[in-house]
């Protein structure tokens, strides 16, 4: 076992010795996260791109919406934000690594990055660029700071040419990045 | 989702799984907000921004660990060297 390993062993050990933890919690939670991850914020979107009522009720209440879809997670607030010809949205974590684990599942390495969480608050443009993503000088960049109380989903815009599309083949369209706001849809 | 995704998976080794939910049996089993926690990550990332992220995480739940008393910092010291 590596020295960190042994360290993560002997804590697991004290926690398990108080009653605290247990094997099969452990093993339950991270069953329970191997379930959420972009399929369920991919749903969300189709959705939304199908049912105006729908997405009127995800951008009231993100929270409510995800439950309603059965994507239930133990984070706080879940804000969507949606993308429009005049707004492209994108989402950081500066200070760790909140994420909207339920929509999302655990979020990718380059989140947890010093230089994404850093560099997209401060140069948002320039980054986005260099991760494939050019955004029109016409086209405002907002940057939503996560938290652990208030995590955010972007809602992309649907791209043109899909409406003979149905619900669920809109959803494979949908990517991770693109509800980051790191790419487009 | 996309075809990246098994390239940038969350986690690299085993232990980083199970201490990611041990933290969150911990909170759920000792009623602790979640800002006790994430407080700690911040400031254990802060403190130094090179670690590897999850040796980071291992970092703010043992100081949780300890801080909030849970388990005192010689338990901590004594169950590793038990092993």
Redesign the interface.
Known sequence: MTPVAERVAALERVLKAKGLVTDEVIDSIVEMFSQMGPMNGARLVARAWVDDEFRQRLLADGKAAAVEMGFAGPEGELVVVENTDATHNVVVCTLCSCYPWAVLGLPPRWYKSPAYRARMVREPRTLLREMGLDVPDAVEVQVWDSSAEKRFLVLPQRPTGTESLSEGELAERVTRDGMVGVAQV | ??AD?EA????D???Q??????T???????GLD??EF?SR??MS??DD??RP?W?SW?EA??RL?AQTG??DID??AR??EL?
Do not use: G, N, S
């Open positions: 989702v996309t995704l940038d998976r969350p986690f080794e085993p232990w799984p199970r201490v990611f939910a041990m969150q049996a911990l909170l759920e089993t000792t979640r800002e994430r990550l911040v990332i802060a921004p090179k992220y040796e291992l739940l043992e660990v849970v388990a338990e901590l169950a590793r092993h």
